[in-house]
C-alpha cells in the first residue's frame, strides 16, 4: 500500500532540494499543528495529574518509562528516521549508566557525568559502526544481537567498573543544589524524590523529544529517510551516506547513554545484567509498538511497556484472578502474566497496526477528517 | 587428548543441535525472505511437549511421545504460517521478525506460566548412559544427535534433490515469482517449509535437553547461537549453515573446555560469547559467510 505509506510521513513528501525557509519554520513551529498542540495538552495535563496524585507508585512507574522513553526515542532515530533495526541498544544505556555510575564515584557533578555518558556511548557506537554500515536489514538484526551479548559480558566482567554479577550502587546525585535522592519540604509541602525527578524526567524528555521530532523536519533528518528508503537514490541526490549514518547511529547511542546516566542516577543500583539482549528487545518493543519514526510514539510506547506489569499486577489483583503468594513455586504470578502479555501486544501490535499507535492514530485522524469533510460537502 | 576428543564429541553434538534450528531459519529464510526469530522458541516448545506427554502428565512412551510432539509442533508452525506471518509478510520483512520476536516471547512466558523454571528431563531411553569411543568416553545422547542430525540432512537434502516438493522449494528460492509461474503452488510450499523447520526444531530440542542440561522454557535463548552458525556458512546455504553450526558447536565447547585458565584475560563463561565474536568478524570479514551468495550482503 504505497499510498498510505507516503502520507504516513509528512516530512519525506517535498524533494530533498525544498527550500530551507520552510524547514526552519516547520521545525519551529512543531507545536504548531492542531495534533500536536492536543497532544502537548494532554502530556501537560498528565503530568500535572501525576504530580497532584502525589502517588509515588504512579510517579515510580512514570519514572522509569520516561527514562526508557529517552533511550526508545534515540532508538527510533537509527530505526525509525534511518532505518538501522538495533537489537543491542541496551548496550548503549549500559556504557552510559555505568559511564556515569563511574565518574559520580570520582566526585564528578551529575550533570557532567550524564554529559560524559552520552559521549561515551557515542564513542562506543562508533567502535561498532562498521557493523551498521555494511549491514543491512536481516543481517544487521542478527548482528546487533551479537552486540547485546559481547555487551553484557563486558560488562559482567569488567568488575572494578560494573561491580561484576553483583551490580553496583550509585553516588546520591545533585542537582543544582538539589539533592535528588532525597524527600525534602519546601514551603511546608513533602517533595519527594520522585516527584523530582519526575519534573527532571518530563523537562529532559520533552527537551530530547522536540529536539528530535525537530532534527526529523530538517533537511538532515529528511537525508535520513532518503537513506531509509532508498540508499542508493539517497546518495545520487548528494547524500553523504556513510556520514548520515554514522552520524545517526551515535546520536541514537548518544540518547541511550543519557537514558543510562539516567537510570543511574534514579535507581541508583546498576545490574550489569539488566542491560543486555532482553532489555534490548524492549527497546525495540517500544518502538515499534509507538509506532516507527514517530517520536511521541515513542514515549507512549516507553510508557505502556514500562507499566505494564503494574497495570496487569493491579487488573488481576482486583479481578482476583492470581494469588499472589509469597514463598511458593508457583510461576503462574504476575511476573509471567505480563510477560505473555508483552509477547501478546507485541505479535497484535504488528498484526492490527504495523504503523503502530502513532500510525494507528494517523490513519483514525485522516478517517475523522475524511468522514467531516464528506458531511461538509454533504455527501454524507 | 582425551580431553581433546571428549569435548571435540560432545561439541559436535551440541554443533548437531545448532544446525538443526540454523536449518530451520535458512529454509524459511530461502525459500520466503523471512526470519523466524521464534524458531529457539519453538524447540523449546517442542521439548516441553515432548515432557507433556512423556513424564510430566501422559506417561506415554519416548518414541510416542516424539511423534506427538513433532505433529503438535508441525501444526503449530502451520498455524502460525497462516495466522501471523502470512499477514505479516504482506508488509515487510521486517514485521516478520518483529512478529515473532513477539511470539518467541509469548511462547517462553506461556512455558514458564505453565511448567516454571526448574530443569526437567524429558525421559529420554538415553538418561546419563555414557558410550566407550576411541578410548573416550561421551554420553551416548550425544553419539545420538551426532547420527540422527546426519541422517536427518541427508535425507533433507535428497529431498531436496529429488522429490517434486523438494525441487519446487528450491525453485522458489532462488526465483519465487518464475517458481510461481512454472506451476509452483508458493503458498502452499512456504507452508511446507515452516512444518518441516518445526519438526527440526522437536528434534534440537530433544538433544539440547540431553544430559545434563535437561529442558526449561529458556532453552530458545541458547538456541540463538545457531545464527552465528547460519551467518558463518551463509546464510542462504543449507549445507553450509550446517558445516557453521557444527564448526560453532566445536570452538563453543572447546573453549568452554579450556577457557577456566584465561578468565582473567578473557573473563568468566566466555565461551557464551564466542559464537557472537565469530559472527562479528565474519560480518565484517566475509558478510557472504563461507558458502553464502555474495549480493545479498551488503547494504
Known amino acids: 500500500m504505497p499510498e498510505t505509506s507516503v502520507a504516513d510521513r509528512p516530512s519525506a513528501a517535498p524533494s530533498p532540494a525544498a527550500p530551507t525557509t520552510r524547514d526552519v519554520r516547520s521545525a519551529t513551529r512543531l507545536l504548531g499543528t492542531r495534533e500536536s498542540r492536543i497532544l502537548a495538552v494532554v502530556v501537560a495535563v498528565a503530568a500535572v495529574a501525576a504530580l497532584a496524585s502525589a502517588n509515588d507508585r504512579i510517579l515510580a512507574v512514570a519514572n522509569f518509562g520516561l527514562i526508557a522513553a529517552v533511550a526508545a526515542i534515540g532508538l527510533n532515530v537509527a530505526m525509525g528516521t534511518t532505518g538501522i533495526m538495533s537489537l543491542g541498544h541496551g548496550v ?43 549491514l543491512s536489514g536481516l543481517y544487521l538484526a542478527v548482528g546487533t544481537i551479537g552486540i547485546a551479548y559481547v555487551g553484557e559480558h563486558l560488562f559482567v566482567n569488567l568488575r572494578s567498573l560494573t561491580g561484576g554479577g553483583a551490580g553496583r550502587i550509585v553516588e546520591a546525585p545533585v542537582i543544582l543544589g538539589v539533592e535528588m535522592s532525597r524527600d525534602s519540604a519546601l514551603g511546608g509541602r513533602l517533595v519527594t524524590s520522585d516527584m523530582k525527578w519526575f519534573v527532571l524526567l518530563v523537562i529532559v524528555t520533552l527537551l530530547v523529544g522536540v529536539m528530535v521530532a525537530a532534527m526529523q523536519r530538517l533537511r538532515w533528518g529528511r537525508a535520513l529517510n532518503a537513506i531509509r528508503d532508498n540508499e542508493s537514490s539517497a546518495a545520487a541526490a548528494g547524500i553523504a551516506v556513510t556520514r548520515a549514518r554514522v552520524m545517526a547511529f551515535a546520536i541514537s547511542a548518544a540518547l541511550g547513554g543519557l537514558s543510562g546516566a539516567l537510570l543511574a542516577g534514579y535507581l541508583r543500583f546498576l545490574n550489569p545484567e539488566s542491560f543486555g539482549l532482553e532489555q534490548s528487545i524492549q527497546y525495540l518493543a517500544m518502538v515499534i509498538i509507538g509506532g516507527l519514526g514517530s517520536v511521541g510514539g515513542a514515549v507512549v510506547g516507553a510508557l505502556l511497556i514500562t507499566a505494564l506489569p503494574t497495570l496487569l499486577g493491579e487488573l488481576t489483583s482486583a479481578l482476583g484472578l492470581v494469588e499472589e503468594a509469597s514463598g511458593t513455586s508457583s510461576t503462574f504470578n504476575t511476573g509471567t502474566l505480563s510477560l505473555i502479555a508483552y509477547g501478546l501486544v507485541i505479535v497484535l501490535v504488528m498484526v ?13 485522524g485522516r478517517r475523522l477528517r475524511a468522514g467531516r469533510a464528506h458531511k461538509a460537502a454533504g455527501v454524507d | ?26 529454509l524459511i529464510y530461502k525459500s520466503t525472505g523471512q526470519l523466524n526469530f521464534a524458531q529457539g522458541d519453538v524447540m523449546a516448545m517442542g521439548a516441553f511437549l515432548v515432557y507433556w506427554f512423556g513424564p510430566g502428565r501422559f506417561e506415554l512412551s519416548f518414541a510416542f511421545a516424539v511423534l506427538l510432539a513433532l505433529v503438535g509442533t508441525c501444526a503449530f508452525m502451520v498455524f502460525v504460517e497462516f495466522a501471523l506471518v502470512r499477514r505479516l509478510a504482506a508488509h515487510s520483512h521486517e514485521a516478520v521478525l518483529i512478529g515473532t520476536l513477539g511470539l518467541g516471547i509469548l511462547i517462553r512466558a506461556a512455558l514458564t506460566a505453565g511448567f516454571g523454571t526448574d530443569k526437567l528431563g524429558i525421559g529420554d531411553p538415553w538418561g546419563s548412559s555414557t558410550t566407550t569411543l576411541l578410548g573416550v568416553s561421551v554420553t551416548t545422547s550425544s553419539l545420538w544427535a551426532i547420527a540422527v542430525t546426519g541422517i536427518i540432512i541427508g535425507a533433507l537434502t535428497v529431498w531436496f534433490r529429488s522429490s517434486r516438493a523438494g525441487v519446487s522449494v528450491v525453485a522458489m528460492s532462488q526465483d519465487p515469482v518464475a517458481a ?14 515452516w512444518a518441516i523447520a518445526g519438526a527440526l526444531a522437536v528434534v534440537a530440542g530433544i538433544f539440547l535437553a540431553g544430559y545434563p542440561r535437561g529442558i526449561d522454557p529458556h532453552m530458545g535463548l541458547i538456541a540463538l547461537a545457531a545464527f552465528p552458525g547460519a ?6 546455504s543449507i549445507n553450509g549453515a550446517v558445516v557453521g553450526a557444527v564448526t560453532i558447536g566445536i570452538v563453543q565447547t572447546l573453549v568452554a573446555g579450556y577457557e577456566a585458565p584465561w578468565a582473567g584475560v578473557v573473563g568468566h563463561n566466555f565461551h557464551v560469547i564466542v559464537p557472537w565474536l565469530v559472527l562479528v568478524v565474519v560480518l565484517l570479514v566475509r558478510p557472504q559467510g563461507l558458502f553464502g551468495t555474495k549480493r545479498v550482503i551488503r547494504a
Open chain 1, 92 to 134: 548503549f544505556v549500559g556504557f552510559g549508566a555505568f559511564t556515569a555510575a563511574v565518574l559520580a564515584d570520582h566526585g564528578v557533578p551529575y550533570f557532567f557525568a550524564a554529559v560524559a555518558a552520552m559521549a561515551v556511548a557515542a564513542l562506543a557506537s562508533l567502535t561498532i559502526g562498521p557493523l551498521a554500515l555494511r
Open chain 1, 352 to 364: 492490527l497496526a504495523p504503523h503502530g499507535i502513532a500510525g494507528g492514530f494517523r490513519k483514525l
Open chain 2, 1 to 26: 587428548m582425551q580431553d581433546f576428543l571428549q569435548l571435540a564429541v560432545t561439541g559436535t553434538a551440541l554443533g548437531s543441535v545448532y544446525a538443526l534450528i540454523a536449518v530451520g531459519f535458512v
Open chain 2, 180 to 193: 510461481a509461474a512454472l506451476g509452483v503452488n508458493t503458498r502452499r510450499m512456504t507452508v511446507i517449509v
Open chain 2, 231 to 236: 551467518v558463518l556458512g551463509g546464510f542462504d
